[in-house]
């Protein structure tokens, strides 16, 4: 299909999803959440077979990004900003469909499905506002939903997930041989808990246990309040690990770069890539994925909060700042090993401020 059709249709299928989400907004704020999944997933039924032809035509092999691996993307916060500076077509992976999933699924916790309804109604109004600033710059599309269901991805976090212990287990001997933090601690392979990750600015030189109790007393889960700290350990990181591989496996699928901005489910990419670093393609969308969420946490908001997102878009386009920079950062012959952090950080500052010089001289 011609990609200006595609274009065409995918400018077309966010008109009309702006005016599902106001209706769905509606429906929610009554409390008829069946009636919000049924109008979003009959849309998205309809619109499945242009969609999935749009993921697999309209931009060339892991040139387009996919906000992925976040409950929001904060324009409120300018974070559309940094996410828009590297490539040319860029997509929200709408989790909305997710939560209202998540939502008749869990019964156990009445604060987490109140949690959860409040969450729904927040993307609601997050997508709307997507598509009224950022419409033709940002697209958003249900990609986990329009996914094949890969059950490698729960194998592979199993995997890995058991990989951590001393001992050779299951799920049944997991939780018959641990109960508390302690016991896990114990159980743990020599030095794995300090690459274990709960919270976002967590402090790392917390132990495992005190790191874990924060979490555990901040965090509210889909569990039965009288939940072993095994079970609550097991369900946060199994999670984590299962959301890493299923962002690499979805961004394979759909020739993707991952746009990761949440640090722990970036911490476990990094720590699984070792298992892709012989597949070229993937090791090189891996490397994109790095930058991106290096560039997402050094890029200084306050020189932008002036413009507009458009103009902002067209200069970062003009001014070719992707490829500029990549161009720098490959002259390593495997930047994604050779590169070192410091390396890194020194090449995107030089180039965002470069950008923004000009940007400003420009304005």
Known sequence: MNNNLLLDELNNIQVEYRTILINALKNISDNDADAVVDEIGVFWRRNKKIVQCILR?????????????????????????????????????????????MLRKTDVNRDFNYKMKEQIA????????????????????????????????????DQAFFSMFKDSLDIESYKNQ?????????????????SIFFLEDEDSGLDLETRF???????????????????????VVYSYLAQA?????LSAEHRLVPYVRFK???????????????????????????ISHILHHKFDKQKIYEIDIRDYYEA????????????????????????????????????????????????
């Open 57 to 101: 035509y309209l931009y060339q092999p892991y040139s387009a990004y996919v906000f992925t691996a976040a409950t929001i993307l904060d324009m409120d916060d300018y974070e559309h900003f940094p996410f828009v500076s590297l490539g040319k077509y860029h997509f929200w992976d709408d989790p909305i469909y997710k939560y209202i999933t």
């Open 316 to 363: 970062i386009r003009s001014y070719n700042f992707e490829n500029q920079m990549f161009l720098e950062l490959k002259q390593q012959d495997n930047p994604f090993t050779n590169l070192s952090i410091s390396e890194v950080n020194t090449i995107i500052n030089r180039n965002l401020e470069s950008f923004f010089t000009r940007l400003h001289h420009n304005n």
């Open 245 to 249: 591989f299923d962002t690499i496996l």
């Open 178 to 194: 641990f109960k508390t933090i302690s016991d896990i601690k114990n159980g743990l392979l020599p030095d794995i808990d300090t």
């Open 122 to 157: 927040s993307t609601i109004r997050d997508n709307i506002k997507i598509i009224e600033q950022a419409g033709g710059i940002i697209y958003i599309l249900p990609i986990r939903l329009l996914t094949e269901d890969n059950s490698m991805i729960y194998k592979a976090a």
């Open 213 to 235: 109790t924060v979490y555990k007393e901040s965090t509210l889960l889909p569990l039965s309040s009288d939940a072993t700290d095994a079970e609550v350990f097991w369900f």
């Open 264 to 290: 722990v489910t970036f911490k476990y990419i990094l720590q699984i890539s070792g298992h892709f670093v012989d597949n070229e393609e993937i090791s090189d969308m891996l490397f994109k994925c790095v």
